[in-house]
């Protein structure tokens, strides 16, 4: 019998609860699933939220796996405390869920929904969008999101490219990765969507430079991290209406402090951090494959290369 701890925010338990028992049960592992424990050093297998408030695993001497509920592991890749094998959640609902909303905010835009959403005060301004077909859209980030959301547009015939660290290859999409590679998909895209990973390398990637590369009027949607654009040079590239609009998911800190001046810019949407959330059916699906496969010896899924930081 294994000791699986969930770590996670009290309100998660319940919806996790029977899902994660009956995933195990279908995998054949047989386990008691615990909230908290005198006994760290009888724990096997941590089921991770950052938000749940451990971060010291240097008790659990024992674990044999640390499986996060969050695809971003920003906050835990660099814990010097976890020496244990790390996976991050890939999960198909998480996925639909972000296809969803990356979709919706990028037709709006597309579409110029805010005209006759936002009232036209009786005035009869016919403007006819573009198809999708001649809308330029990038995507920033090719994993099992960015990949996800890429090839959703590309079927609504958006002209899509794409980006990522190393070189990939996607129907219907036109893949670039390195420095060049990020120089045209930014020079030529209308809307750009930001699904890459926080890292060292990702921070402030969206800095005044690479801004100042989009097209006049841009619109920059980010459902990635809130850390991968330098908000002032944002702040003053909408300022200045070099940028159309920014649809924010994410943030540096979270929630958005009142008083920040994304609040109340006209030019600038906020959501709080919802654009995709795990789902715990399915999701309770991968943690515990990840634990047959541990048990049984095989290969993890979705393991976090720590030294790349995602
Ligand atoms: P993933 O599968 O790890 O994919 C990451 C992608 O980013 C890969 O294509 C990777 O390139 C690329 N990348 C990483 N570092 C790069 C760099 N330095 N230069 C260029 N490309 C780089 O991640 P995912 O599952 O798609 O998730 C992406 C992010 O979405 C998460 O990390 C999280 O921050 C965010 N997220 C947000 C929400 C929300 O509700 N707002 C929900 C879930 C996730 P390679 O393909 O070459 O490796």
């Known amino acids: 019998m294994r000791t699986v701890l969930f770590s996670a925010p009290p309100a998660r338990w319940p919806q996790y609860r029977a899902p994660l028992a009956r995933a195990l049960d279908e995998a054949g592992v047989a386990a008691r699933i615990v909230t908290r424990t005198d006994a760290p050093g009888e724990v096997d297998y941590i089921v991770y939220a950052p938000n749940g408030g451990l971060r010291d695993f240097t008790p659990f001497s024992h674990a044999r796996a640390v499986l996060s509920l969050w695809a971003g592991v920003e906050t835990i890749v660099t814990n010097t405390t976890l020496t244990q094998p790390l996976c991050r959640m890939v999960d198909a609902g998480l996925e639909e869920g972000m296809v969803e909303w990356v979709t919706g ?15 036209q005060n009786g005035v009869w301004d016919p403007v006819v969008p573009p198809l999708a077909r001649d809308r330029r859209v990038a995507v920033l980030g090719l994993g099992a999101l960015g990949r996800a959301c890429a090839q959703a547009l590309a079927a609504l015939r958006f002209d899509v490219a794409g980006w990522s660290r190393t070189a990939r290859a996607l129907d219907g999409v ?67 209406g070099r940028l159309g609009h920014a649809t924010l998911d994410v943030f540096r800190t979270e929630p ?10 006209p030019r600038v949407t906020v959501t709080p951090h919802i654009a995709s959330e795990t789902r715990p059916d399915t999701a309770a699906r991968v943690i515990a494959e990840n634990i047959r496969r541990a048990e049984a010896g095989e290969p993890l899924l979705f393991l976090v290369d720590r030294a790349r930081g995602y």
């Open 105 to 119: 905010h990028v037709l709006r835009h597309h579409l110029g929904m805010d005209r006759q959403i936002l009232g």
């Open 174 to 240: 036109d893949c670039q990765h390195g420095a060049e590679g990020l120089r045209r998909v930014l020079g030529r895209a209308e809307i750009v969507v930001l699904l890459l990973p926080l890292t060292a390398e990702t921070e402030n990637l969206m800095d005044a430079e690479r801004l100042g590369w989009l097209p006049e009027g841009a619109v920059l949607i980010n459902p990635g991290r809130g850390a991968l654009i330098d908000d002032a040079a944002l702040l003053a590239a909408l300022d200045s």
């Open 256 to 265: 958005l402090p009142p008083a920040h001046p994304f609040w109340p810019h």
